[in-house]
T-cell receptor, first 112, second 117 residues
Framework: DAGITQSPRYKITETGRQVTLMCHQT?????MFWYRQDLGHGLRLIYY???????DKGEVPDGYVVSRSKTENFPLTLESATRSQTSVYFC???????????FGSGTRLTVV | AQKITQTQPGMFVQEKEAVTLDCTYD???????LFWYKQPSSGEMIFLIYQGSYDEQNATEGRYSLNFQKARKSANLVISASQLGDSAMYFCAMREKSGGSNYKLTFGKGTLLTVNP
């Protein structure tokens, strides 16, 4: 199916475990983004990528790792999950970063 | 410092009335873009309207219009003839260049709009 998909939709993990959230888009968009949404904070940018093998830190990158070896995939890894990383995570993509940002359905992550 | 400020955590409006959601921004770029997104209780992010910094006319999309005041760095969303289905969280966002080369999109904290029958 065309579009941007995130997996899993829901995830519960334990403190200290590594967890990877997946994001896949079928449009060959150059730009991809990861945000976390928390009550009272809106959406905060974690990492973004302008093209394959190019990634930049956003506002809240600590505790997260990204990679982008293929244009269509932009996985987000929590190397050692903490309770403060309990959040809803959104992935987004844009063809050129100028306009047309499209969001995935989100992943609700709970760290216990 | 916050780049996007939405000063209204919550707003109430009567059905069929108009409502304005405030957004101010901070950037030193000459070229930037402003977006509004709607997030209903189901959670998806829905694009509503876009205004480029060089656009001379205020953007409009159906019942949505963007009141762009460049000198004041404000980009308020106006929803005319509110409907019950407009009840949602609304986010203002700004696209700007980061480090002079790549674009990024940053968001405000949002305004929760409730439309009363």
């Amino acid at each position: 199916d065309a579009g941007i998909t995130q997996s899993p939709r829901y995830k519960i993990t334990e403190t200290g475990r590594q967890v990877t959230l997946m994001c896949h888009q079928t449009w060959s968009h150059s730009y991809m983004f990861w945000y976390r949404q928390d009550l009272g904070h809106g959406l905060r940018l974690i990492y973004y990528s302008a093209a394959a093998d190019i990634t930049d830190k956003g506002e809240v990158p600590d505790g997260y790792v990204v990679s982008r070896s293929k244009t269509e995939n932009f996985p987000l890894t929590l190397e050692s999950a903490t309770r403060s990383q309990t959040s809803v995570y959104f992935c987004a993509s844009s063809e050129n970063g100028f306009y047309g940002y499209t969001f995935g359905s989100g992943t609700r992550l709970t760290v216990v | 410092a916050q780049k996007i400020t939405q000063t209204q955590p919550g707003m109430f409006v009567q059905e069929k009335e108009a409502v304005t959601l405030d957004c101010t921004y901070d950037t030193s770029d000459q070229s930037y873009g402003l977006f509004w997104y709607k997030q209903p209780s189901s959670g998806e992010m829905i694009f509503l309207i876009y205004q480029g910094s060089y656009d001379e006319q205020n953007a409009t999309e159906g019942r949505y219009s963007l009141n762009f005041q460049k000198a004041r760095k404000s980009a308020n969303l106006v929803i005319s003839a509110s409907q019950l289905g407009d009840s949602a969280m609304y986010f203002c966002a700004m696209r700007e260049k980061s480090g002079g080369s790549n674009y990024k999109l940053t968001f405000g904290k949002g305004t929760l709009l409730t439309v009363n029958p």
